[in-house]
């Protein structure tokens, strides 16, 4: 990752930009974005919407990584057993420059 970063930095911006216009359409369109859930993840509509719900709380407005989240998707993939020999900091899978660089482009507020 951190060599991509260094190496490809354009490469990363358009990633984070996709996934930004990707999050923005997901939640203009809640029922189609359940119909993906429930046909892609084989999920029940209940299941579905709770994990909607779930995400939806997860994701702030700009897409800039924060501690906190960063935090949570690291004990997530950790209580699947993955990486549990190791600490992971957020310097190690974050860096916010580019997802600051992106928010501004696309007029979100950024502090």
């Not at 084989?42 to 501690?67: C, H, L, Q, W």
């Not at 998707?73 to 190791?86: H, L, M, V």
């Amino acid at each position: 990752m951190t060599k991509t970063i260094r190496g490809r930095p354009d490469e990363v911006k358009r990633i984070i930009r996709a996934l930004q216009l990707g999050k923005q359409a997901m939640f203009k369109s809640r029922d189609r974005t359940l119909d993906l859930i429930t046909g892609v993840l084989k999920m029940d509509k209940e299941t579905a919407a709770d994990t909607y719900k779930v995400v939806e709380a997860s994701f702030n407005d700009t897409g800039i990584p924060t501690r906190e989240a960063m935090g949570n998707i690291i004990k997530a993939i950790k209580a699947e057993g993955r990486f549990t020999d190791r600490n992971i900091a957020f310097e190690d899978v974050a860096e916010p420059r580019f997802a600051i660089e992106v928010a501004r482009e696309l007029g979100y507020k950024v502090p």
